[in-house]
């Protein structure tokens, strides 16, 4: 256990529904990230906070994808009218500034 | 091009086997390396922190070649807790977002 922890662990939904996922960092991390993982590729890199801000969102996959880290403290991931090419784990990783990141459980999501 | 690139893999390899991955990485203002591994179904775990002068944990060996943009990883005596995808990993810019390679699945067999 890293420290670092996502909620749900695991997420069925239908496409065209929307999902949220939370990721709930190290407390005194101020950098928060999120990337996901298709079957048979590394993590790939979305969108990441320092603190409150919001300073990078270019690689979010689509409109769709929104990110809030509104105190700091957790995050969340939603995604918007789902699609079967969203079914993948979403992972949140945490870290000080630009040290070692230390990765949650991961969020798996299936979408039908 | 993809920014990382790996050994396709899989590596089948018995148990006491030296076995070797690398690497390639495509932008030269990447500024630190790493190899994580992750178990089957579970989040990736930073293994080692690569460098241009090496870096030795025990059984694994890891080196960086910036010249050539080439890393690679040594497992020596491999167990059957070795058997682990393999990611490298690297990081660059001010925003310290990883970028990784598809990975390098090992399967050690007894």
């Known amino acids: 256990d890293t420290g670092v922890s996502q909620d749900p662990r695991h997420k069925i939904t239908k496409r065209g529904q929307n999902v949220t996922f939370r990721c709930d960092p190290i407390?005194?991390?101020?950098?928060l990230y999120w990337y996901r993982q298709t079957l048979g590729q590394g993590p790939e890199f979305l969108t990441y906070?320092?603190?409150?801000?919001?300073?990078?969102k270019s690689r979010l996959l689509s409109d769709r994808f929104s990110a809030e880290r509104p105190k700091g403290s957790f995050s969340t991931l939603e995604i918007q009218r789902t699609e079967q090419g969203d079914s993948a784990m979403y992972l949140c990783?945490?870290?000080?500034?630009?040290?070692?990141?230390?990765f949650g459980p991961g969020t798996r999501l299936t979408v039908l | 091009r993809k920014e990382v690139e790996q050994d396709p893999g899989p590596f089948n390899v018995p148990e006491g086997a030296t076995v070797a991955f690398n690497c390639t990485y495509s932008?030269?203002?990447?500024?630190?390396f790493f190899w994580y591994r992750q178990d089957c179904r579970k989040e990736p775990k930073l293994l080692m922190s690569?460098?241009?002068s090496g870096n030795e944990d025990g059984r694994f060996t890891a080196q960086l070649n910036r010249a050539s943009q080439y890393i690679s990883l040594l497992i020596r005596d491999s167990k059957l807790s070795d058997s682990a995808t393999y990611l490298c990993?690297?990081?660059?810019?001010?925003?310290?977002?990883?970028?990784f390679g598809k990975g390098t699945k090992l399967s050690v067999k007894p």
């Open positions: 906070f320092q603190n409150e801000a919001q300073l990078e």
């Open positions: 990783a945490s870290s000080l500034v630009s040290n070692e990141q230390f």
């Open positions: 932008n030269s203002a990447s500024q630190s």
């Open positions: 990993v690297a990081r660059g810019g001010s925003q310290g977002n990883l970028i």
């Open positions: 407390s005194e991390h101020n950098r």
């Open positions: 690569v460098y241009s």
